[in-house]
């Protein structure tokens, strides 16, 4: 019974660490979504996202906001969109602690379609 519940307990802590996959089209959706730290005034659908780049381990390289923006990119790409208004990018400071990362950069903005 132990061993079940110790299994069970990495499963769910491996499975916060996944970041998902991007499939080959919407990597290069991605390159072509406009980003702009504007607010912009849109009539359709609209979706807030966020992105991170985080150091978990003493091997990991510093976090980097151009990883964090792409990772951005890319969800707004695999939701639909191909912009993203008021775009920020900031450090996450001591919060990072609290995603299990040393340090950490947050990317956020608002997914439209132009």
């Not at 991007?22 to 991605?30: G, R």
């Not at 005034?41 to 990991?60: F, H, M, Q, W």
């Not at 964090?68 to 001591?94: D, E, P, Y």
Request: with cysteine; net charge neutral.
């Amino acid at each position: 019974m132990r061993k079940m519940i110790a299994f069970s307990l990495v499963g769910i802590v491996l499975s916060g660490c996944q970041t998902g996959t991007v499939s080959y089209e919407t990597a290069i959706l991605a390159d072509s979504v406009y980003v702009t730290n504007e607010v912009v005034a849109t009539n359709g659908p609209t979706i807030e996202l966020s992105a991170t780049d985080c150091k978990r381990v003493i091997e990991d390289d510093a976090p980097a906001a151009g990883l964090a923006l792409n990772r951005l990119k890319s969800k707004a790409a695999q939701s639909g969109f191909n912009s993203i208004h008021s775009v920020t990018v900031q450090s996450a400071g001591g919060a990072a602690l609290l995603a299990n990362c040393w340090s950490q950069i947050i990317a956020s903005g608002i997914a439209y379609n132009r």
